[in-house]
């Protein structure tokens, strides 16, 4: 069973700064994904990635396959990111996903 | 299509009492997928369809809860002679074909047991 690590678990930055949040995981995967969830549940797809680099907007998901481990980083943040942030992947001897426990980011004003 | 939908968003029910949840997918996925996130925990995976056949079972899932997607398209989950411990988020989540496929989520059902 696949163990998915995040950190931090709270993060509380100012509008503007350059934010990481980490993710680590214990066996193979097909593939890594970064979630969004705002409160009351809703959950936004913002990255499935297997290898390398991707980028949409402000936000550059990269993923080290070698050591097991990817990272989610926002440029220039806003208010509006703050959300649960989570990681999970796929594989690792499971076809459905293995989370997270989630990176609560709070971005003041 | 507006995407993943749920229903009801909502249930309150008492100890005891069965449940059941309906998620209608995206149309062209065959894949459909249920999760449960309890407060503060990042969601934990149930079961999947991949059209009409159940394919996977997490241990999580215990005799009292039963998942079915008949024709291929919309699921539901029911929850028989409800527990406290069964309150939490559930959600459903649809991809196209492969299991590597983005995941589209919907808004969640959120049961309370009294």
């Known amino acids: 069973k696949n163990e998915v690590e995040q950190s931090p678990q709270n993060l509380t930055a100012q509008e503007g700064e350059f934010i990481t949040i980490n993710c680590s995981y214990s066996?193979?995967?097909?593939?890594l994904h970064w979630l969004q969830q705002h409160p009351g549940g809703g959950i936004v797809s913002l990255f499935m990635?297997?290898?390398g680099k991707k980028k949409h907007g402000r936000l550059i998901a990269t993923i080290n396959i070698q050591e097991k481990h990817s990272s989610l980083h926002i440029t220039a943040s806003h208010p509006r990111d703050s959300a649960v942030y989570i990681c999970?992947?796929?594989?690792?001897?499971?076809?459905?996903?293995?989370f997270g426990k989630g990176t609560h980011l709070i971005i003041q004003p | 299509d507006t995407g993943v939908s749920q229903d009801p968003r909502h249930k309150i029910t008492k100890r005891g009492q069965n449940v059941t949840f309906r998620c209608d997918p995206i149309?062209?996925?065959?894949?459909l997928y249920w999760y449960r996130q309890t407060l503060g925990q990042g969601p934990e995976f149930l079961t999947y369809?991949?059209?009409?056949?159940?394919?996977?079972k997490s241990r999580l899932l215990s005799d009292r809860f039963s998942a079915e997607r008949p024709k291929g398209s919309f699921s539901t989950l029911e929850i028989q002679r409800t527990e406290q411990g069964d309150s939490a988020m559930y959600l459903c989540a649809s991809s196209f074909r492969q299991s590597t496929g983005e995941l589209f989520f919907g808004e969640g059902s959120r049961l309370t047991v009294l």
């Open positions: 999970a992947v796929t594989g690792g001897g499971a076809d459905g996903l293995t």
């Open positions: 369809f991949q059209n009409e056949a159940q394919l996977e």
């Open positions: 149309s062209e996925h065959n894949r």
């Open positions: 066996v193979g995967i097909s593939a």
């Open positions: 990635l297997s290898s």
